[in-house]
């Protein structure tokens, strides 16, 4: 997507600042009464076998920390209370009864929800337990660069109807963590063609890394940083689309959903805007041991959702078992699946607890 003129619906502006008011704004995409599920397909919203391994997570916390007289739950970016509401339901009654669940998202409160669930803009401080986000950073604003002519690393400024231009060479916090965790740096391969067809030489454009785009994980590094924080003790868990520095996309991920479908990413209101998470930088961000990243396959796994088939003997013993157990391996098999769902990265960060997942096993 390479940088182009600014529209006429509106200035050009830095990416995050677009992002931050078509998302939450009082207009914004998620200010809407349909909610994320009405656009996009999460874990949540594949099976409710997600919330039961999550509330295995948080007996295995719960484990870990002694079972305490009261044990926190937090759900960052709740949507509409789909995983809290979850969570809740597939807990022990013993459990449950000591569990203080609190959903953090910026829309209102939905209509029904289980009056357990405390509904809050921020997370509570001193928190014991675990807090579970799930696709929250990735909707995190955050700013984007390309790098322009001569090879100068530039912000992408881009106006209200989605066309972008160049603007000014990137400097100060942003140019470091690009230089850490994401350089775009002269020589790099050119992943379109740049290489001449006789000769076997680089390009110019090529040669200057032209047309290579990052997105700037510094804000989300700092809201994980700021969210691990809320911990007294416990476990907090980020789930997302990922990728780790051995991996980065050439171009960027930054893309739009609208209705199921993926679109154009314009700051307008209309649809949501989301790029992929350098989860990596997010747990160096926090300076604490025991961080480790992992495939959801492999974490569903270690919490006993393998995706395995029922038995045949059960379908002659008990056909509407196996027929419910059939169904349920399905949903698994969707939660695990290489390629879908199964590639989401987990990034688990402990606060004075153990690793309380099992060996995951083979991803």
Known sequence: MTATAAGAHGGPRGWRAATRAALYGPDGFYRRPEGPAGHFRTS???????????ARLLCRVDE????????????????????????????????AARTRTYAVELAGRPGGLDRRIEWRAEPPERI?????????????????????????????LV?????????????????????????LTAGRPSWGGGEAAAGGEAAP??????????????????????????????LA?????????????????????????????????????????ALDACAAACALPGARLLPQRAALRALGLTGSRPPLTLASADPSGYVRALAASSEAVEL??????????????????????????PA
Request: aromatic share 6%.
């Open 336 to 361: 695990v699946a290489p390629g879908g769902l199964g590639d989401f990265g987990w990034l688990l960060q402990p606060v004075g607890i153990p690793d309380v997942l099992a060996a995951p096993g």
């Open 44 to 54: 949540v919203h594949a099976s409710p076998l997600f919330a039961g391994a999550v």
């Open 128 to 156: 014991t337990g675990l807090l579970f986000a799930n696709e929250w950073l990735d909707n995190v604003p955050l700013e984007v660069a390309e790098v322009g002519p001569a090879g100068v690393l530039r912000l992408v």
């Open 205 to 234: 454009e090529a040669a200057s890394g032209v047309g290579l785009r990052a997105e700037i994980g510094l804000p989300r590094d700092l809201a994980w940083a700021s969210a691990v924080g809320t911990l007294a003790r416990g």
């Open 237 to 277: 868990v980020a789930v997302d689309y990922a990728h780790t520095a051995d991996a980065r996309p050439p171009f960027g991920t930054l893309t739009g959903f609208r209705e199921g479908r993926e679109t154009a990413p314009v700051p307008d209101g209309s649809c949501d805007i989301t790029a992929h998470v």
């Open 64 to 95: 870990a920390l002694g079972r305490p007289a009261v044990l926190d739950f937090v759900d960052m970016a709740a949507g509409r209370g789909e995983l809290a509401a979850g969570v809740l339901a597939a807990l022990p009654a013993d459990v």
């Open 159 to 183: 106006a209200d109807d989605g066309t972008e231009r160049l603007g000014p060479p990137l400097t100060g916090p942003e140019a470091k963590w690009l230089a850490r965790w994401w350089p």
